[in-house]
Nanobody, 120 residues
Framework: VQLQASGGGLERFGGSLRLSCTAS????????IGWFRQAPGKERKAISC????????YYEDAVWGRFTISRDNAKDTAYLQVDDLQPEDTAVYYC??????????????WGKGTLVTVSS
């Protein structure tokens, strides 16, 4: 199982980025994909998850209305669209999967993260 997050970078306050999570080694269509982030000096937190039925869940109040999770099963890729970036969004962003359909399952497989830095 392999996951790779990409699309991070330096972005200005109020800007947007689209993060991608490319996957291989498991049945992507039937698997939930989660996005997490770890800000400097803080614990990693769950942001959002999309299950095998394309249902999205958002776990952080701070991202409501600004972040959108999606998936393209034909490309074995999940996305996190991040809009109206705030300095507190600065973090390393990770994607993960349980290789099972529900977001309630424990995320067993993790990819290397992608760093998002928001300048004020």
């Amino acid at each position: 199982v392999q996951l790779q997050a990409s699309g991070g970078g330096l972005e200005r306050f109020g800007g947007s980025l689209r993060l991608s999570c490319t996957a291989s080694g498991f049945t992507f269509d039937y698997s939930a994909i989660g996005w997490f982030r770890q800000a400097p000096g803080k614990e990693r937190k769950a942001i959002s998850c999309i299950d095998s039925s394309d249902r999205a869940t958002y776990y952080e109040d701070a991202v409501w209305g600004r972040f959108t999770i999606s998936r393209d099963n034909a490309k074995d890729t999940a996305y996190l669209q991040v809009d109206d970036l705030q300095p507190e969004d600065t973090a390393v962003y990770y994607c993960a999967t349980s290789a099972r359909g529900n977001c309630s399952n424990v995320m067993l497989y993790w990819g290397k993260g992608t760093l998002v830095t928001v300048s004020s």
